[in-house]
């Protein structure tokens, strides 16, 4: 059946039931419009590292559109707004439900191209993005401890050979020729549209649907290589481990994938170099500049600076030496490059720590010192006598000793509130990491062992 808004608090049970009964989940988002401003490919680059796609990937732009309207039209379109706020709240409060209890089963969830999907739907129903890739990472396996992107598993041997193209469509239909096996399906009674034979791509549950016809025709041919052969190969297969929480990267180069259970791919990119150049460049003057290099690959970063890589890396150094003496155009190894941003990044996290250290150390000195004085005058003023004159603006010794006493106790004060604000955190991601243990430790039922256990590597370099 459908399950609509109108309907989706009466039917919530049977949402239960189909997720209590299901072996895996096929997921897509149909995200449109993921950027308020710029489109995803132009925030991303041929040589981003996870941590920089991540993070254009998290940041939307946003922009004011400025238009004059009366009072009356200005207050009208506020109600309409919080209306639909409102409406939307409600949607994502009761949708929040099944995602919970999608998470809370620990099944396979299975997407195509699935990082966007998986970052909104975290950001969505559970907590804004982290700041931090790596905080991500840990936060996405507790909630999903298992997920799996048939694109990259088309990507990867051994489909990759007898696979040529990855599109979602285009996999669908390669999927039902030779070698493969695909699933027989009957679609619902009033749900024509769901036949493959009529396309109905970009409606979000017709690409789910498709998505998980695709995993199960590669996971059965996965089978094809056991001895004897296996026709059909369970969600819960060992086959199929090797490409768990994994998503694909898309247009990076020579990072295919995001890898949620440990350290990404580092490349060495020993051939890429980092250029910039004034701004009324374009591509055909990169090409003139490097036409004595043969082959070469462009990937803009911005208005002013691109990657480039040459097909020769001993070429490299010839062409840095070039840029020593130009005016217009710096050229410099990507190692060079990102030395220095590193080095940036730190100055920075440095800079940051010690002002808020400072600013604290001093905050909390002023405090103590205020308090200690008030304390000590007020003391003394009991047996002070009454004789009324000018004080002088100097501390006097008294007063200074006392003042150093106070700020050499500073810094064990602080130290302490330090290391509590530290534990805190701590704690919160212990129990991050205990939760994750739990999901892990609790294996479905039913689990069906396969031989070999390793059959098949997501690997290492590309």
């Known amino acids: 059946m459908e399950i609509i808004r109108s309907n989706f608090k009466s039917n919530l049970h049977k949402v239960y039931e189909a997720i209590e009964e299901a072996d895996f989940f096929a997921i897509d988002g149909e995200f449109s419009g993921i950027s308020d401003g710029p489109s995803v490919t132009a925030l991303t680059n041929g040589f981003d590292t996870p941590e920089e796609r991540y993070q254009k990937l998290k940041k939307k732009e946003r922009y004011i559109v400025i238009s004059k309207v009366d009072e009356e039209e200005r207050k009208r379109r506020e109600q309409q ?81 007898i696979i040529n193209n990855t599109s979602l469509a285009e996999l669908e239909k390669r999927l039902k020729e030779t070698p493969f096996n695909p699933p027989k399906v009957e679609s619902a009674e009033g749900f024509p549209s769901y036949d493959t034979a009529t396309e109905q791509l970009h409606e979000a549950g017709y690409d789910a649907y498709i998505t998980g016809l695709c995993f199960i025709s590669m996971a059965n041919y996965l089978g094809s290589f056991l001895s004897p052969p296996k026709i059909h190969v369970s969600a819960r297969s060992k086959l199929i481990e090797p490409f768990f929480n994994k998503l694909f990267l898309m247009r990076v180069m ?17 051939h890429v170099l980092h250029v910039t150049f004034p701004k009324e460049w374009k591509t055909s003057d990169l090409y003139q500049l490097f036409s004595a290099f043969g082959n070469i690959h462009i990937s803009w970063i911005d208005d002013t600076s691109a990657f480039v890589s040459l097909s020769q890396p001993e070429q490299v150094q010839i062409a840095v030496n070039t840029s020593k003496y130009a005016e217009s155009y ?43 004085l008030n304390h000590y005058y007020h003391t003394n003023s009991l047996t002070a006598t009454s004789t009324v004159g000018k004080r002088n603006l100097s501390p006097s010794p008294a007063e200074a000793d006392l003042e150093a006493r106070i700020s050499g106790e500073i810094s064990d004060t602080e130290l302490e509130q330090t290391e509590s604000c530290a534990e805190s955190l701590s704690e919160g991601k212990k129990k991050a990491k205990k939760l994750k243990r739990m999901k892990k430790d609790l294996s479905p039922a039913g689990a069906i062992p396969d031989s070999p256990a390793k059959l098949f590597e997501v690997p290492d370099t590309w």
């Open 81 to 161: 707004k919080l209306a639909k706020e409102q409406e939307e709240l409600n949607d994502a409060v009761g949708f929040s439900r099944v995602i919970h209890a999608i998470a809370n089963s620990g099944k396979l969830v299975i997407g195509h191209n699935m990082l966007l999907d998986v970052m909104h739907t975290v950001h969505q129903f559970y907590c804004p993005l982290p700041a931090d890739l790596n905080e991500f990472k840990e936060m996405t396996t507790c909630v999903f401890p298992r997920l799996l992107d048939t694109k990259l598993m088309a990507s990867t041997q051994p489909f990759k050979d």
């Open 330 to 372: 710096r050229i410099q190894t990507y190692a060079q490059y990102v030395g220095k941003k590193r080095e940036e990044k730190q100055i920075k996290r440095k800079w940051t720590e010690d002002t808020w250290q400072e600013v604290e150390r001093k905050r909390l000195n002023t405090q103590c010192i205020s308090y200690a």
């Open 254 to 270: 020579d990072i295919p994938y995001l890898n949620l259970e440990g350290p990404d791919l580092q490349p060495k990119r020993d």
